[in-house]
């Protein structure tokens, strides 16, 4: 199985900061894609960053990357995470709005609904704020190109509010960030499970 992580914008992307300007989304995906590709790979998956440029790479260019590797690997070998911060209007406030939240395409595959439940409740068994649409379903569905163009199971998964300021201070405290990445290997792990 190859576990793909869309670190999502670039540094030249508009917007996507903090209020204050300290948190960058791009520069914040990066890292922690780097971060989770590595503790993936020491259990033993297959894990990879799909962009390593610091520029955004557009949507189009990242569904080609993703099916790609669907049609060398297989569609069912593939799956794909797409690592962002949420944020709350675009007025550069600060908001109250936090918390994690999972979310798969109109047309999301079941195996895309299941992943991205998987992910949520690991998340709030981490003790994760998790954001649902209603009480029993634990991810929301729009319309995303990354999600709805791939050809594998895909999540877009928004890592705390980037407008918020107790989310900022946790998506920079070491604690925190540990347990992000246990919930993300342990929900991934519960998947590829025979």
């Known amino acids: 199985m190859v576990i793909v992580i869309d670190n999502g914008h670039g540094g030249n992307t508009a917007g996507k900061c903090s209020p204050d300007g300290q948190h960058r989304e791009y520069r914040w995906a990066r890292e922690f894609a780097e971060r989770l590709c590595a503790a993936l790979a020491a259990r033993g998956h297959d894990a990879r960053r799909l962009v390593t440029e610091e520029w955004d790479v557009s949507i189009r ?7 790609d590797l669907c049609t060398s690997e297989g569609s069912g070998n593939v799956l794909l995470l797409s690592m962002h911060n949420d944020a709350k209007g675009s007025d550069g406030q600060w908001h109250e709005a936090r918390g994690f939240s999972a979310r798969v395409s109109l ?3 079941d195996r895309s609904r299941r992943l991205a439940t998987l992910i949520a409740q690991a998340m709030e068994e981490e003790g994760v704020t ?30 705390l509010f980037q407008n918020n300021r107790d989310d900022v201070l946790l998506l920079h405290d070491e604690e925190f960030l540990r347990k992000l990445v246990g919930a993300y290997v342990n929900a991934i792990g519960e998947y590829v499970k025979p």
């Open 61 to 67: 260019e990242r569904v080609r990357r993703v099916n």
């Open 107 to 109: 047309n999301a595959s």
């Open 130 to 159: 998790v954001r649902k649409p209603l009480p029993k379903q634990w991810y929301w569905t729009q319309n995303l190109g990354i999600c709805r163009d791939t050809h594998c199971p895909a999540v877009l998964c928004e890592n």
